[in-house]
């Protein structure tokens, strides 16, 4: 299999890119997978969905989808994609991308997401808000993804008309959103303080700065390959600088932690952590079955070694890639219908070892 048929993927009839921040080519990309900055924004036109009945929600949805399509973004347009016909293994796959989330794949009603050719803008309609419009990039790349999320915010607003108070700032369904409705997630991969048992203090630490921890998919999702989303907690009397700024100084305090403890555990071990490096490759390079939890245990140990040095063959892309194709949507997707659970897990494994076979 081709890297480009590997990458492949229709969702709604539309081609969605896997995304550039799986390219592991960002600043810190060793500890830090993805910057993700999203703003939540109503028009005054319509009530906030949580209030909306009958035909309006459908209303709502065509007024933004036209106000979408009219936008004057400084890149390509994005491509809008109604959630509402879409199939569900269609819509998981997005959430397995980080396009849209949980809450939108499974809600009922008229909906959409509009996704720049690139991947790395969507924007939810009709989710808790009217819009969320989400930036993603590989790395820790605050000014980048903030400046790019900026330029469409004001491509919208000039076809759009923000609910929004001089006292409060932009007004959302939920109180935790006002003021400037921007939430910066950051998702680092901590496998060096999870072994060394480490990480509750990232939790308490975290806490402490009103930044909330989070698993691998968001709020309410447990952590998955010991990846961690790490984003602020307050936007309501805080400034879009400020909120960057807070991010720009903690953040790094917990890449030099994650990078500390992966040096005392070659320092203290070296050959232990080699053989755990290798042994997990030899798993996937040999499995017959393969669980969704085992490939992201695996491929995190991997991952970890190809940025410590042990391994120099697999990309770095690769290994970021295969998180996402081997989620249980993206085995159903490329296998072109649902599967059971024991299928998944053997086609999981097959997969895999195609994959890196192409490379070792």
Known sequence: ???????????????IGLGEWLSGAGPESDIVMSTRVRL?????????????????????????????????????????????????LDRQCLVERHLISKDHASARG????AIEP?????????????????VLRSGFLLDEAWAQIEAADRALEEKLNYAFSPELGYLTSCPTNVGTGLRISVMLHLPALVMTKRIEKVFHAGTNVNLAVRGFYGEGTEALGDFYQISNQVTLGQSELGILQSMAEQVPLIIRYERNMREKLITENRLGLEDRVWRALGLLERARLTTSQEAMGYLSVIRMGIHLGFLDSIPISLVNELFIQTQPGHLQKRAGEALETSVRDELRAAYIRERLAGVL
Do not use: K, W
């Open 118 to 134: 690139a991947a790395t803008l969507s924007i939810m309609v009709n989710e808790e808000d009217h819009l969320r419009l989400q």
């Open 40 to 88: 939540a924004r109503n028009v005054v036109e319509f009530p906030f969905p949580n209030r909306i009945e009958g035909d309006r929600q459908g209303d709502l949805e065509q007024f933004l989808r036209d106000g979408i399509a009219a936008a004057p973004f400084p890149d390509q347009a994005p491509s809008y994609l109604d959630l509402d016909q879409a199939p569900s």
């Open 1 to 15: 299999m081709s890297e480009s048929e590997a990458l492949a993927l229709e969702v709604c009839g539309q081609p």
């Open 110 to 113: 008229r909906r959409g997401v």
